[in-house]
């Protein structure tokens, strides 16, 4: 059965830090995209990132890059968010997602393998 689950989450302040992981099982996950997307409240998914299969190709969104890095350890199954400097308006459910396909259309693609999510929040 495939699996994803994420962890890491938490209340920060404006300006920290905080570190996703998502875990896979169930599936071969070095032939996978994994991809993270996030949920604000009253507001549509959001693609944040994506990471190949072999970790040759990554994607962000606008709205993160210089921030947020993705990177994964296949030995491992895994993969990480990196968020730093982190603002009020990254305030989100982060999904991970993984699916066979390149990430350069990641944002418009509906993965097929989706996590239970994890709340960051960020506040004063």
């Known amino acids: 059965q495939y699996r994803l689950a994420e962890s890491g989450g938490g209340l920060v302040q404006p300006g920290g830090s905080l570190r996703l992981s998502c875990a896979a099982s169930g599936f071969t996950f070095d032939y996978y995209a994994i991809a993270w997307f996030r949920q604000a409240p009253g507001k549509e998914r959001e693609g944040v990132s994506c990471i190949s299969s072999n970790g040759g190709d990554i994607n962000y969104a606008d709205s993160v890059k210089g921030r947020f890095t993705i990177s994964r350890d296949n030995a491992k199954n895994m993969v990480y968010l990196q968020m730093n400097n982190l603002k009020p308006e990254d305030t989100a459910v982060y999904y991970c997602?993984?699916?066979?396909?390149?990430?350069?259309?990641?944002?418009?693609?509906?993965?097929?393998?989706w996590g239970q999510g994890t709340q960051v929040s960020v506040s004063s």
């Open positions: 997602a993984a699916d066979l396909i390149p990430c350069r259309s990641y944002q418009q693609y509906n993965f097929g393998t």
